[in-house]
């Protein structure tokens, strides 16, 4: 089986089996101008085909504040999202979130956003009839921030100059439940398991041994200057193929900053040496190895 991944910075990250059935996760494209590292595609624009299903992990704005773009493009696409996701996108949609921002989307768009809690299944099958999905909704959490990464934002001029401008994004989109998500895919007689978490949580690690020996495990790597402990924790109960790193990246400045994630490449190197380190570019597509 031919999986594709394309990473569009933070946890936002579309993945095509077989060139016939695509899964986008959290999707954000928006970035300010300053972020590193630059994203060139716009959500009005984008080329995303195939996209059949959008699974969301939570609710803070760089996870879903181009889910209703996404949905109102892509006729087809089905959404599945915890239940306050779907409060946050219609207060997002109505224009009382964000200054400038509003969307007009249709009962029929709206009919294609589906609450979902962890343990509950996705099945979905592709166009052409060759690609089979099932998704699992996992029970997580979001990941706690150090006393760096709090402080660095609680006495940041820039912060405190604007803050009823960060305090929107801050504040304004509640999270509530938190998913990380297996997504199992099958064609041909094959199947690839691949698991997702849009933030890193160890909370809940030892429910995870079910989701243990998966193919790709897609790692965020945000929140902790040091994130070594969250992230060698829920690898090694999940005793991945290959992990792939994601939401390290500068999104939000001044309120990101880029993980030096080195140590936990060193150590997945020297811990676990059967399992792969596989690095996107941002925005090429990576075909995944098997």
Known sequence: MRIAAT????????????????????????????????????????????????????????????LPDLVQ???????????????????????????GYSRGLADTDWARFHTVKAGERVEALSRDGTVRLRATAIKSAHVTFDGYSVMRVAFNPVVLRRLGYYSKFLTGFPKK?????????????????????????????????????????FIPLAGRKNILPYAGVLTEVLQPAAVVP?????????????VDYSNYAKWLERTMPGTKLLELVPEQPTVLPT
């Not at 493009?73 to 200054?99: D, H, I, K, S, W």
């Not at 994601?246 to 880029?258: K, R």
Request: one cysteine or more.
């Open 7 to 66: 990473w569009y910075g933070t946890a936002a990250v579309h993945i095509v089996a077989d060139e016939s059935l695509g899964i986008f996760f959290d999707p954000w494209f928006e970035r300010p101008p300053e972020a590193r590292p630059r994203i060139a595609a716009d959500p009005r624009g984008v080329d995303l085909q195939p996209l059949d299903v959008i699974l969301v992990s939570h609710s803070h704005f760089d996870h879903i504040v181009n």
């Open 246 to 258: 994601i939401h390290y990246d500068d999104f939000f400045p001044p309120v990101s900053y880029a």
């Open 177 to 217: 439940e938190v998913l990380g998500w297996e997504v199992c895919l099958e064609s041909g007689g094959e199947s690839k398991r691949v698991v997702f978490f849009g933030s890193l949580c160890k909370k809940y690690a030892a429910s995870l041994k079910d989701y243990s020996k998966c193919d790709f495990l």
């Open 73 to 99: 493009r892509y006729p087809q696409a089905q959404a599945y999202v915890p239940a306050v996701t779907m409060e946050n996108c219609r207060r997002l949609c109505a224009g009382a979130v964000l200054r």
